[in-house]
């Protein structure tokens, strides 16, 4: 499937004739083409160009940063965020974050809430085919939170030379994880026992608390316990490059062994619930304005929110 940055209907072009000639140049071009980035961010831009920055993590969409001049003179740092969909992204719903930016971010930003996200300026999904544009803030002076979790931490395999010096000035393990724990509170207090929830079906697991989808359920389960039983070899042999814990082993043995629709729906129908963001691991934390008296977390990457 193709990509389509922004769909005519999103453009601030008045003609399809107009839309298909920006549709038609290189993607290079499209992802700096001042007229859309102007639209998008409410500002005359003057020219916009590729950063040479790269990203640390993250596999399910394209990241390119980008340097804009709007014709005041001031200058932003971005991010853009977009996929091509395709049945794999659909399946797993990769574009509920473009949903969540333009449903739900709002009440988590504000003062009140106190939960750090990037700044979203335009947020597009498309749940029937996983595509996806985001136009958002690039947090400069930020690092994986993840990277604080040392050499071992798997994200960190292609950094772990770098650790020393990513990690210099910076909280560590036990800090971080505290200060993740609160974010996660406040991000879940926001919208605990909200029933406007439940109307959202492109959350992830919507149409599970209705009593719908047992089928993907099924599939969800199956997709982890394919791949559990695909690495328990080489745990068992001893040839795992992972050192394995075995509490934990029996940990997800017991856990995948309990699995069942049935204990799922008296457990979803007993517990109270909330959003959740879904994919909660160190490496979506950002630690922005870093070594400095406003470093903090931010929270990052909602595909999987529900």
């Not at 193709?2 to 399809?16: E, H």
């Not at 977009?82 to 659909?90: E, F, L, M, S």
């Not at 997709?223 to 328990?232: K, P, S, T, V």
């Amino acid at each position: 499937m193709g990509l389509d940055l922004v769909p005519f209907i999103d453009s601030p072009f008045r003609t399809k004739v107009e839309w298909a000639k920006y549709a038609a140049l290189p993607v290079e071009e499209r992802l700096t083409h001042a007229s859309i980035l102007g639209d998008k961010l409410g500002m005359a831009v003057k020219k916009a160009w590729l950063r040479d920055d790269e990203k640390m993590g993250g596999m399910s969409s394209e990241i390119k940063f980008l340097e804009v001049e709007l014709t005041s003179g001031e200058r932003l740092a971005l991010v853009l965020k977009y996929a091509a969909g395709n049945p794999r992204r659909a399946a797993l719903g990769n574009a509920r974050e473009a949903r969540f930016y333009n449903e739900l971010a709002s009440q988590l930003s504000g003062a009140a809430a106190k939960v750090e996200l990037p700044r979203c300026f335009y947020a597009y999904g498309d749940m029937a085919s996983g595509a996806v544009t985001m136009l958002m803030e690039a947090l400069d002076d930020a690092v994986p939170s993840g990277v604080f979790f040392g050499a071992a931490q798997p994200n960190n395999w292609s950094v772990r030379d770098r650790l020393p010096e990513l990690c210099a000035g910076n909280p560590g393990p036990e800090e971080s994880t505290r200060d993740a724990f609160g974010l996660y509170a406040r991000l879940h207090a926001v919208y605990w026992g909200d029933a406007s929830l439940l109307d959202k079906a492109w959350l992830r697991g919507a149409a599970w608390h209705a009593g719908m989808g047992k089928a993907s359920w099924a599939a969800a389960q199956a997709q982890a316990q394919d791949a559990w039983a695909a690495i328990r070899p080489s745990i068992e042999s001893g040839e795992s490059p992972i050192t394995w814990s075995a509490h934990l082993v029996a940990c997800l043995d017991a856990s995948f062994a309990k699995a069942d629709w049935a204990a799922y729906q008296a457990e979803l129908a007993a517990r109270p619930y909330t959003l959740v963001h879904g994919d909660a691991h160190a490496h979506n934390f950002l630690w922005v304005h870093q070594r400095t008296p406003r470093a903090r977390q931010c929270l990052i990457d909602f595909e999987m929110a529900r």
